[in-house]
Structure formats: C-alpha cells, structure tokens
C-alpha cells in the first residue's frame, strides 16, 4: 500500500508538519519523490510513527526515541538500560512533584488559616520579603 503523506497523517492520527519533523530529525525517512508527482509512503511508515508515538505515551522524548530505534533486537539489554533510566527519571519526576506539592498544599492551608482581603498569603510567600523572613 503506498500512502500520500496526507494519507500517512490521517491513517496515523498525526499531523503533516509531523511527519516532516520526523523526517528532519532523522526518526522517519523520506521517500524519493517521483517524476510523476507526490512521494508515496509504505505500509513500513505507518508501523514506524505508531511505534514513535508509544513510546512518546510511555514517557520517552524524541531524541530518547532516536536511540532506541537506531537499536535493533540483538541489543535487548541496551534497550532495557535505557528504559530502567528512564523509569529512574520518572521516579525522581514524581517524587519532585511530590514535594511540590506539598509545598503547595501548605501555602493554601496557610491562605485558608490566615484569610485576609488585603493581602494574599500565597502571593506573599513568593514576594521577595518572603525569603528574608527567618
């Protein structure tokens, strides 16, 4: 099956500009384009932005993806390692946001303690005065 690329876009739930992002930086190739007219994609294509796009849903950046399909089956292991660090990441990403937001949930139970229409204890917080406080 040979595709247009709006066609590649519509099957793949994508967009056009996309596509050709992937094509700049090198996770999709570009067909030759014909004397005839308009480059056709293959059915290859379509399997190779699905899997882009899993592996965006499952965290990974685009330079991140780039590596793990330059790696074939045979390096399995090296394919685990950069999922393992990626799990490490996400770990750390959801323990930073867990201080966060407790920090948050702080000021708003401050705010809710000391309510006040003059003056915004949350606002205050992160008004340069506040850092001086002890």
Same mark, same amino acid.
């Given at each position: ?42 059915t290859d294509a379509v399997a190779r932005i699905r899997s882009i796009?899993?592996? @965006?849903? &499952? ?5 991140? +993806?780039?590596?793990?399909? $330059?790696? *074939? ?39 809710? @303690?000391? &309510? ?5 204890? +949350?606002?205050?917080?992160? $008004?340069? *005065? ?5």
């Amino acid at each position: 099956m040979n595709l247009t690329i709006g066609k590649l876009a519509k099957q793949t739930e994508v967009t056009i500009e996309t596509i050709r992002h992937y094509q700049r930086i090198g996770l999709l190739a570009e067909p030759k384009k014909p004397d005839s007219g308009y480059r056709c994609y293959s059915t290859d294509a379509v399997a190779r932005i699905r899997s882009i796009k899993r592996a @965006q849903q &499952a965290g990974f950046t685009l330079k991140e +993806i780039a590596a793990l399909l $330059s790696l *074939d089956g045979e390096h399995c292991a090296d394919v685990r390692q950069l999922a393992e660090q990626k799990c490490r990441q996400i770990d750390q990403q959801i323990e930073d946001l867990t201080a966060l937001r407790q920090v948050l949930a702080t000021l708003v139970i401050g705010c809710q @303690q000391t &309510a006040s229409s003059e003056r915004c204890a +949350i606002l205050d917080a992160f $008004s340069d *005065d506040a850092s001086a406080k002890p």
